[in-house]
């Protein structure tokens, strides 16, 4: 299962980003979909994450600011940032977890796209 991240790019304080995240290849279930970042020298943290259904986790850094959504149709989770803050400049990843087809049978994958990198200018 492969994942195709878009949507960072440079953005002044207080402003707005959306960033997308679509999965493909012989995807047979989705089970939870989340983002997660790394500032520069820093460890990558959680961000946010999505279930199968509409159950949401936020880390409290983003909580209020940040929505994550899922469009299960096309295999594709969202963020959408708002109030963006110099301090939430980093490498964005999304992770998606499931299951899909292999051969004859059906087996566990836990995917993890490029990354895409937002700036915000203060």
């Known amino acids: 299962v492969q994942l195709q991240a878009s949507g960072g790019g440079l953005v002044q304080a207080g402003g707005s980003l959306r960033l997308s995240c679509a999965a493909s290849?012989?995807?047979?279930?989705?089970?939870?979909m989340g983002w997660y970042r790394q500032a520069p020298g820093k460890q990558r943290e959680f961000v946010a994450q999505?279930?199968?259904?509409?159950?949401?986790n936020y880390a409290d850094s983003v909580k209020g600011r940040f929505t994550i959504s899922r469009d299960n149709a096309k295999n594709t989770v969202y963020l959408q940032m708002n109030s963006l803050k110099p301090e939430d400049t980093a490498v964005y990843y999304c992770?998606?977890?499931?299951?899909?087809?292999?051969?004859?049978?059906?087996?566990?994958?836990?995917?993890w796209g490029q990354g895409t990198l937002v700036t915000v200018s203060s």
């Open positions: 290849g012989s995807i047979s279930r989705i089970n939870a």
């Open positions: 999505i279930a199968s259904g509409i159950t949401t």
């Open positions: 992770n998606v977890m499931g299951s899909y087809y292999r051969t004859s049978y059906v087996t566990d994958f836990d995917s």
